[in-house]
């Protein structure tokens, strides 16, 4: 750590760990909830669980890409964060406003919070991934202008490079687009036109540019790579991702009301957001085998390789596989999209998350490069377990969802949705299990910060 105030990023990276732990768990009930429908009811219903799963998601990785930005941002800049104060004051109104909404999703009904927030003055709640309460989303707007502001004075009084600036960009981006989740209109066509422009060219538009700053940060810090080498695979990557990810919207318009036109926009260039995702994947890859030094943190790398592999499966392969739209109209809302969701989110945004915090937490706890051999072999474990139970996780979801089409939709005598679900009752066991492998992994993530801390550390090779 060069700079006193990206200490500010410890509180960030252990909240969205801590955020993460909750998302898992949540997850794991309703995994059980698929094949045990009473489980947990009605302390914890379905909708709840899934509500606190994917909204813990959406929270602790904004609360790792703040803590990424307070992080990078002084040290790409070569100067101190212009207001640590407001970073620490924002981490606690944020962390505070996070777990008062999911303490009001655990313990009050969804009509008595909306009425407890006064959710009429400005009707937001009920939509998918935007349940928050309004002044929860107001919350959220404050922190990130602040974050906006923050970085933004930073990069203005230091060092310009175009990590820092495309970073700047994402989270502008994240900021404008989630502006759309106060417009709710009554036509339910126009509202999830709209609601896209949230969901979409978030995780397919501006956060992939927050990942694409993050990993070359990341590959900087550990290849020793020119700059400016890395710097030009990154505008190449960019420009691809803002190509394909912003028209590729089109492939959510495909059956809500739209216009067919949609059907060839969607289709063609959803079918090419594949390519930056590969071309990110060779990137990786070849910055590695060119390094010019052999830094000592070595489950960072392993990290940051990863992503670049499953980010390209996830959201690439497993994206392209139903993107079309004449095999959209079969799989459309099946366990197929589960299947890309989940493995496309972890190869992306947990895993750039992960190899951010692997990196930047042994400098923020005072070593010197990273953490000891014992602790690294522990990450790496955890590395392993987690990302190979995600792979069989999408692989028996996309195993459903196959038989879960075919069934209900293609065959010439087509199953209700509830007999379906029993048909393919194997598939969400088995998932389950893959799910607490999955949670073994996560629970040695967090060992590994605890074990071997008074072993001596090796020195960074120049």
């Known amino acids: 750590m060069k700079y006193k105030s990206q200490s500010v990023a410890k509180l960030y990276f252990i909240a969205a760990i801590a955020l993460f732990v909750a998302q898992i768990l949540f997850g794991l009930i309703m995994g059980l909830q698929y094949v045990m429908g009473d489980f947990l009811f009605p302390a914890i219903p379905f909708n709840v669980a899934r509500m606190v799963h994917t909204n813990a998601l959406i929270i602790w990785l904004l609360m790792a890409f703040m803590g990424a930005a307070y992080y990078l941002v002084p040290e790409e800049a070569e100067t101190?964060?212009?207001?640590?104060?407001?970073?620490?004051?924002?981490?606690?109104?944020?962390?505070?406003?996070?777990?008062?909404?999911?303490?009001?999703?655990?313990?009050?009904?969804?009509?008595?919070?909306?009425?407890?927030?006064?959710?009429?003055?400005?009707?937001?709640?009920?939509?998918?991934?935007?349940?928050?309460?309004?002044?929860?989303?107001?919350?959220?707007?404050?922190?990130?202008?602040?974050?906006?502001?923050?970085?933004?004075?930073?990069?203005l009084k230091g060092r310009k490079t175009s990590i820092n600036l495309i970073l700047l960009l994402g989270l502008t981006g994240l900021?404008?687009?989630?502006?759309?989740?106060?417009?709710?209109?009554?036509?339910?066509?126009?509202?999830?036109y709209y609601w896209w422009w949230v969901v979409h060219l978030w995780v397919e538009g501006v956060w992939e540019l927050i990942?694409?700053?993050?990993?070359?940060?990341?590959?900087?810090?550990?290849?020793?790579?020119d700059r400016e080498v890395i710097e030009k695979w990154l505008y190449i990557v960019i420009a691809m991702v803002l190509i394909t990810g912003l028209?590729?919207?089109?492939?959510?318009?495909?059956?809500?009301?739209?216009?067919?036109?949609?059907?060839?926009?969607?289709?063609?260039?959803?079918?090419?957001?594949?390519?930056?995702?590969?071309?990110?994947?060779?990137?990786?890859?070849?910055?590695?085998?060119?390094?010019?030094?052999?830094?000592?943190?070595?489950?960072?790398?392993?990290?940051?390789?990863?992503?670049?592999?499953?980010?390209?499966?996830?959201?690439?392969?497993?994206?392209?596989?139903?993107?079309?739209?004449?095999?959209?109209?079969?799989?459309?809302?099946?366990?197929?999209?589960?299947?890309?969701?989940?493995?496309?989110?972890?190869?992306?945004?947990?895993?750039?998350?992960?190899?951010?915090?692997?990196?930047?937490?042994?400098?923020?706890?005072?070593?010197?490069?990273?953490?000891?051999?014992?602790?690294?072999?522990?990450?790496?474990?955890?590395?392993?377990?987690?990302?190979?139970?995600?792979?069989?996780?999408?692989?028996?979801l996309t195993g459903a969802g196959i038989l879960q089409s075919y069934l209900q939709r293609i065959s010439e005598n087509p199953m209700p949705f509830m007999v379906v679900q029993d048909q393919i009752s194997l598939f969400y066991w088995l998932r389950e299990i893959a799910g607490l492998v999955f949670l073994i992994g996560l629970v040695l993530y967090v060992a590994s910060f605890f074990v071997g801390q008074n072993e001596p550390e090796a020195a960074v090779a120049d």
């Open 247 to 396: 028209i590729g919207t089109g492939h959510h318009y495909f059956w809500i009301g739209t216009p067919d036109y949609w059907l060839w926009w969607g289709s063609i260039f959803s079918a090419m957001e594949p390519i930056p995702f590969f071309m990110m994947t060779v990137f990786a890859f070849n910055m590695v085998n060119k390094r010019r030094r052999e830094h000592p943190n070595k489950v960072a790398t392993l990290w940051a390789l990863g992503t670049a592999v499953m980010a390209f499966l996830g959201a690439g392969v497993w994206g392209f596989l139903h993107t079309l739209s004449p095999v959209n109209y079969y799989t459309h809302g099946t366990q197929i999209t589960a299947a890309h969701g989940h493995m496309a989110f972890y190869g992306a945004y947990v895993m750039i998350s992960l190899t951010m915090i692997s990196y930047a937490m042994p400098l923020l706890r005072g070593r010197n490069a990273a953490n000891p051999g014992k602790s690294q072999v522990l990450e790496m474990w955890s590395f392993w377990l987690m990302t190979v139970s995600m792979v069989f996780i999408t692989l028996f």
């Open 175 to 192: 900021a404008v687009f989630f502006l759309f989740s106060f417009y709710n209109p009554v036509n339910v066509v126009r509202d999830k």
């Open 211 to 225: 990942l694409g700053a993050m990993l070359a940060f990341v590959l900087i810090k550990v290849t020793g790579v």
């Open 80 to 155: 101190e964060l212009f207001a640590p104060w407001l970073a620490t004051l924002t981490f606690w109104i944020f962390l505070i406003a996070a777990g008062a909404t999911v303490a009001g999703y655990l313990l009050l009904s969804y009509s008595e919070l909306a009425k407890l927030t006064m959710n009429e003055l400005l009707p937001t709640m009920g939509r998918e991934f935007l349940e928050q309460p309004t002044i929860t989303k107001l919350g959220i707007v404050v922190v990130v202008l602040s974050l906006l502001f923050n970085i933004g004075m930073t990069i």
